[in-house]
């Protein structure tokens, strides 16, 4: 899906204070593996061709790279005793849209409710209505403002979801911008068809009907285009309800999409469970997925998408992140950044709450950011630690240890930022 020739480039991080990494080449399950950071002190890591070659205390790097560098053959940076954490991956996004909802956010906050401000015509419609007359140079250039935003808090992956067009030419505009931004990089974009997203005024009291058109008419052009790694679905009570949300995913998988699935966000509906029931790769929010079901994820290995961003603006209670890890689950933090619930990309934000509010340990959290992000875009066998054969993506903080980046709350602390071996920011 991804274009294959992605620069990539050579470089030698040296005098590394910290190396603070996740490892593991598989989804991180449990609270063993969530909680296994290395932390090697002195470190050096070598990127060849994009990829790393070594990580690991200085005295231990290859004397060829030391004798290339030496001769200036090969790119160095000196990151003067700082931490290097991997790049962070923000693994559930809505980032192409048009418009804005600051007057909601300013309702919500003096007390009227999520689905009642959606119940009178506002909330995602009137993202909708302005998604649909924007072109696909509007959204290119708000798609890549935000992509920038992102890669400067240490994003060097990003999952996007279309849902903002609930029609066939806007949902396919908002997956070519993605595929758009993607070619040009640096941060890479993993789409996600979101067609049932809301019930688009033209299907209004019909969801039923609205999912027959998107399993028929939709889901095959995406497929035929190519547009799309994984589909979801916002499985709500009131919007899309188990039984649809199964025929949608049922179909979507069997066109070999991968599945996710905005899952028990408002009410305890089941769609945790639903979603562990067909092997999605992730299920999402969970703010009231039941312990039944967060047992079902843990068995069938989906991951636990936590947004705590959207509780917060929410002023809702957090997910139960500590017991989806204590039974067994792998955890991925992300931003949910997006017009309505959630409009932030703070990492930094995601970090002092993980710490703070959500019970989880520090190397959690960052694992949360980054393998677990990537075991939720089936990426983990590539990206989310700094080990040798995975990408050399990597951040460099204003900061000697990874403990500023709770500590320093809602601070950006990323100074430096490495995709592929290349230095991007
Ligand atoms: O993940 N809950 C549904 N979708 C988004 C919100 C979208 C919006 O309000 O525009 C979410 O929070
Ligand atoms: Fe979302």
């Given at each position: 899906m991804r274009a294959p020739a992605r620069p990539v480039g050579d470089l030698l991080v040296e005098n590394i204070g910290e190396l603070c990494t996740p490892r593991g080449f598989t989804a991180p399950r449990g609270r063993e593996a969530m909680g296994r950071v290395e932390v090697t002190e002195g470190a050096a890591v070598l990127v060849k061709a994009g990829r790393i070659e070594y990580a690991g205390p200085?005295?231990?790097?290859p004397a060829q790279a030391k004798a290339q560098a030496h001769e200036g053959r090969l790119a160095r940076l000196d990151a003067g005793g700082r931490a290097v954490v991997p790049g962070f991956v923000?693994?559930?996004?809505?980032?192409?849209?048009?418009?804005?909802?600051a007057e909601e956010f300013l309702w919500r906050a003096e007390g009227l409710p999520y689905m009642e401000i959606h119940k009178r015509g506002g909330g995602i419609a009137r993202s909708v209505t302005a998604t649909r007359a924007a072109s696909q140079e509007d959204l290119l250039a708000l798609g890549r403002a935000r992509l920038k935003t992102m890669l400067s808090l240490g994003v060097t992956t990003v999952e996007g979801k279309s849902?903002?067009?609930?029609d066939l030419e806007t949902e396919l505009r908002q997956l070519a911008v993605m595929a758009e931004l993607d070619r040009e990089g640096p941060v890479e974009v993993v789409p996600t068809f979101l067609g049932p997203h809301s019930i688009p005024g033209e299907f209004k009291g019909r969801p039923a009907d609205y999912v027959d058109f998107v399993v028929k008419e939709v889901l095959p052009a995406v497929k035929a285009q190519g547009a799309a790694k994984f589909c979801d679905i916002f499985c709500e009570k009131g919007i899309f309800e188990l039984e649809d949300s199964r025929r949608y995913l049922e179909t979507a998988a069997s066109l070999g999409f991968g599945l996710k699935v905005h899952a028990?966000?408002?009410?305890?509906?089941g769609g945790a469970g639903l979603a562990a029931e067909l092997g999605a790769a992730s299920a999402d929010h969970?703010?009231?997925?039941?312990e039944k079901d967060i047992g079902l994820m843990a068995k069938a290995g989906v991951v636990a998408g936590c947004l705590p961003l959207t509780a917060f603006t929410l002023r809702e209670p957090y997910a139960n992140a500590r017991a989806m890890i204590d039974a067994g689950c792998a955890l991925a933090l992300a931003?949910?950044?997006?017009?309505?619930s959630c409009y932030s990309q703070s990492i930094p934000l995601i970090f002092a709450i993980g710490v703070l509010?959500?019970?989880?340990s520090l190397p959690e959290t960052l694992t949360a950011l980054t393998l677990g992000g990537a075991a939720s875009l089936g990426l983990e066998s590539r990206l989310g630690s700094l080990e040798?054969?995975?990408?050399?993506d990597l951040l460099v903080l204003d900061?000697?240890?990874?403990?500023?980046?709770?500590?320093?709350?809602?601070?950006?602390?990323?100074r430096t930022v490495v995709k592929a071996g290349r230095i991007v920011v």
């Open positions: 200085a005295a231990g790097l923000d693994s559930h996004t809505h980032f192409v849209f048009a418009g804005h909802r849902g903002y067009g609930l028990d966000e408002i009410v305890a509906l969970l703010l009231k997925a039941s931003s949910d950044l997006n017009p309505g509010y959500l019970g989880l040798a054969g995975k990408d050399g900061a000697p240890s990874m403990a500023f980046l709770p500590y320093h709350a809602g601070m950006n602390l990323v």
